[in-house]
C-alpha cells in the first residue's frame, strides 16, 4: 500500500493524496512496499482490479440491453420528448455506460504498465533528489472543484429523475448508478492525470534548468566534468522521454471513450438546453431539463479542460529539453556528438499525447471540439426544426 514516511519513494509522496481513492476505484494497481527495493504489484490488488472490471463488464452488459430495448422506459419527459430527443438520450446513455467501463477495464489490463511508470519514476527522482530536487504538486483545490462539478451532476440528475420524471423506481436505480459511475470515473482519472502529469512536468522542468546553465558559461569553462554531467542529464531526459511515451500508451483507449462520451454529452446536453429555451413558455415544465444541461456541461467541459492542460503543460515541458540543448550545441564540439542523437529523435517526433492516436491532446483540442460541437448543434436543430414542421402538418391535416 502508498504510506508516507521519511524513507519513501518521492513519487510514492506525490501521488499519496490520490492513490487510494484511485487503488479503489481500480484505476491504479494497489502496491508492496513504498521503497525501491520492495516495491511490487499486489497479488491482492490484481485480483481486486479484475473483479472489479468484470462486475462492471457483466452489469454494463446487462444495463446496455435495458437501456437499448426499454429506452421508452427512461425517458426524463416521457410526455414531451420527441425522437430526437429520445434517440440522443438512450446514445447518451450506452456511451455513457461504455466510456466508464473501458476505463477501468483499460486500467486493469494496463496495471502492470502503471507499475513500471512509477517504479521507474522512482529510480529518476533518486538522481534528481541528489541534485536538489524538492518539488511538488498539490491538486487539493482543482480536485476539490472537479469533484463538486461532478457531484453537482449527481445530485442535479437524482431530482430530475426521482422527482419530475416516471421512471419506475428499479431504473432511477439503475440510471442513478451509471450516472454516478461515469462521474466518479471520469473526475478520478482526470485527478490522478493532473497530478502524475505536473509531477513528470515538474521533475523535466528541473531538469530543463540545469542544462540552462550550460548555455550560460562561456566555452572556455567547459571541462571534462560538464561534458560528464551534460551526458548524464541527456540520459536522464531520455528516460523521461520514455516514461511519457509509456503513460500516453496506458491512458490512450480510456482518453479516447472518455473524450468521445464528452463530445456526445456536451453536444446533446447542450441541444437539449437550446430545445428547453426554445419551448412556449406555457409548456416550459413539461420540457425544462435546463439544470441537468448546464451540469452536464460544465462537468465535462471542466474535466476535459484539466486533462487537456495537463497533457499540454508536459508536451510543453518536454519539447522545451530540445530547444534548449539545440542552444547548448553550439557552445562546444565536444558536446555535439551527444547531443546529436536526442536532437534527431526530437525534432522527427515531438512529444505529442494523443487519444489512442485519433486526435493529439493539448490546449487546442477544447477549441476542435466545441467547433465541432457548435457544428453538430446546427444539425441537430435542423433536424428538430424539421420534426416539429412534421408533427405540426399532421395536426393540421
Same mark, same amino acid.
Given at each position: 500500500?502508498?504510506?508516507s514516511?521519511a524513507v ?6 506525490d ?5 487510494r481513492?484511485?487503488?479503489l476505484?481500480a @484505476?491504479l494497481?494497489f502496491?508492496?512496499?513504498n521503497?525501491a ?7 491482492t490488488g ?12 457483466v452489469?454494463?452488459?446487462?444495463f ?8 421508452e ?10 425522437e430526437t ?6 446514445i447518451?446513455?450506452?456511451?455513457c455506460?461504455?466510456?466508464y $467501463?473501458?476505463?477501468v ?9 502503471h ?8 529510480m529518476?527522482?533518486g ?6 530536487? =524538492?518539488g511538488s504538486?498539490?491538486?487539493?483545490y482543482?480536485?476539490? @472543484?472537479l ?11 437524482? #431530482?430530475y ?9 428499479r ?10 459511475l ?12 493532473r497530478i ?9 522542468e ?7 546553465? *550550460?548555455t ?6 567547459y571541462?571534462k566534468?560538464?561534458w560528464?554531467? @551534460?551526458?548524464?542529464l541527456?540520459?536522464?531526459l531520455?528516460?523521461?522521454? #520514455?516514461?511519457t511515451e ?10 479516447? *471513450?472518455?473524450?468521445g462520451?464528452s ?5 446533446n ?6 430545445? $428547453? ?5 406555457? @409548456? ?9 444541461s448546464?451540469?452536464?456541461?460544465l462537468?465535462?467541459t471542466?474535466?476535459m ?6 497533457f ?10 530540445s530547444q534548449?540543448?539545440?542552444?547548448? #550545441?553550439?557552445?562546444?564540439?565536444? *558536446?555535439q ?8 529523435k526530437s525534432?522527427?517526433?515531438e512529444?505529442? *499525447? ?10 487546442s483540442?477544447?477549441?476542435?471540439i466545441f467547433?465541432?460541437?457548435? =457544428? ?6 435542423q ?14 391535416a
Amino acid at each position: 500500500m502508498l504510506h508516507s514516511s521519511a524513507v519513501a519513494m518521492k513519487i510514492l509522496q506525490d501521488l499519496e493524496g490520490v492513490a487510494r481513492p484511485t487503488q479503489l476505484c481500480a @484505476l491504479l494497481p494497489f502496491f508492496n512496499g513504498n521503497q525501491a527495493d520492495n516495491f511490487s504489484i499486489s497479488a491482492t490488488g490484481k485480483l481486486y482490479g479484475r473483479v472489479i472490471a468484470l462486475i462492471l463488464l457483466v452489469s454494463s452488459v446487462i444495463f446496455c440491453q435495458d437501456v437499448l430495448f426499454a429506452s421508452e422506459n427512461y425517458k426524463l419527459m416521457v410526455h414531451s420528448q420527441g425522437e430526437t430527443e429520445d434517440i440522443n438520450r438512450t446514445i447518451e446513455t450506452l456511451f455513457c455506460i461504455v466510456s466508464y $467501463t473501458i476505463i477501468v477495464i483499460s486500467s486493469v489490463l494496463n496495471a502492470s504498465k502503471h507499475f513500471r511508470t512509477i517504479r521507474d519514476l522512482s529510480m529518476l527522482d533518486g538522481y534528481l533528489e541528489a541534485h536538489g530536487y =524538492t518539488g511538488s504538486y498539490s491538486c487539493r483545490y482543482l480536485g476539490s @472543484l472537479l469533484i463538486f462539478a461532478s457531484a453537482s451532476v449527481v445530485v442535479v440528475a437524482f #431530482y430530475y429523475i426521482h422527482y419530475l420524471s416516471e421512471i419506475e423506481v428499479r431504473r432511477q436505480c439503475i440510471l442513478m448508478w451509471i450516472y454516478s459511475l461515469q462521474m466518479l470515473y471520469s473526475c478520478m482519472f482526470a485527478i490522478y492525470l493532473r497530478i502524475v502529469l505536473k509531477c513528470l512536468a515538474l521533475r523535466i522542468e528541473f531538469l530543463n534548468a540545469r542544462l540552462e546553465q *550550460f548555455t550560460q558559461k562561456d566555452r572556455e569553462q567547459y571541462i571534462k566534468d560538464d561534458w560528464c554531467e @551534460l551526458s548524464n542529464l541527456i540520459e536522464i531526459l531520455c528516460k523521461f522521454r #520514455y516514461i511519457t511515451e509509456n503513460i500516453n500508451s496506458v491512458t490512450g483507449v480510456a482518453l479516447l *471513450f472518455f473524450f468521445g462520451f464528452s463530445f456526445y454529452t456536451v453536444t446533446n446536453q447542450s441541444y437539449l438546453a437550446f430545445s $428547453t429555451l426554445t419551448t412556449p413558455d406555457q @409548456l416550459r415544465k413539461e420540457h425544462d431539463t435546463m439544470g441537468l444541461s448546464c451540469a452536464w456541461v460544465l462537468a465535462e467541459t471542466a474535466i476535459m479542460t484539466v486533462i487537456c492542460s495537463s497533457f499540454d503543460c508536459l508536451a510543453s515541458e518536454a519539447n522545451t529539453t530540445s530547444q534548449i540543448l539545440a542552444r547548448v #550545441y553550439g557552445k562546444s564540439k565536444e *558536446f555535439q556528438n551527444i547531443i546529436d542523437k536526442f536532437l534527431t529523435k526530437s525534432i522527427k517526433q515531438e512529444v505529442q *499525447f494523443t487519444a489512442y492516436g485519433f486526435f493529439a491532446i493539448d490546449n487546442s483540442t477544447l477549441f476542435k471540439i466545441f467547433s465541432a460541437v457548435t =457544428t453538430y448543434l446546427v444539425i441537430l436543430i435542423q433536424f428538430k426544426q424539421l420534426e416539429d414542421s412534421k408533427l405540426e402538418e399532421q395536426e393540421t391535416a
